[in-house]
């Protein structure tokens, strides 16, 4: 997520390592390569090939640019990587929650 949800990051990371440990899962943050300190034995992926997709869509899309940000050199939509889930093809069980989700 980005700075302005460093503060639900504590919060989610206790409910997520609860219910990954009861799963007896691994725990993943997409949309970042670094780990944050309130989830540091969290696996931390940031889905290359879904953000130069993203990327490309927005270049082609004047609407859908008004809302986007750039992070290292391309233009992303946080919603729009939320499709990152999907390429997850290695587990068997994708749970899916935001940060802000209470």
């Known amino acids: 997520g980005s ?5 639900a990051m504590p919060l989610w990371c ?5 219910l990954a440990d009861r799963l007896n ?8 390569k670094y780990a944050s300190e309130d989830c540091p034995h969290a696996m931390y992926i940031w889905p290359q ?3 130069q997709a993203v990327h490309r869509y927005l ?5 859908a640019r008004v809302h986007a940000r750039k ?8 919603n ?7 390429s997850l093809t290695q587990f ?5 929650a935001d940060l802000d989700v209470d």
Request: net charge neutral.
């Open 49 to 51: 090939e879904t953000a």
């Open 25 to 32: 899962a691994s725990l993943v943050v997409i949309g970042s």
């Open 80 to 86: 729009l990587l939320k499709i990152a889930v999907l």
């Open 3 to 7: 700075a302005g949800y460093a503060c």
């Open 14 to 18: 206790q409910s997520a390592t609860q």
């Open 59 to 63: 270049l082609k899309s004047p609407t």
């Open 92 to 96: 068997e069980l994708v749970f899916f």
């Open 71 to 78: 992070k290292n050199g391309q233009l992303f939509e946080p």
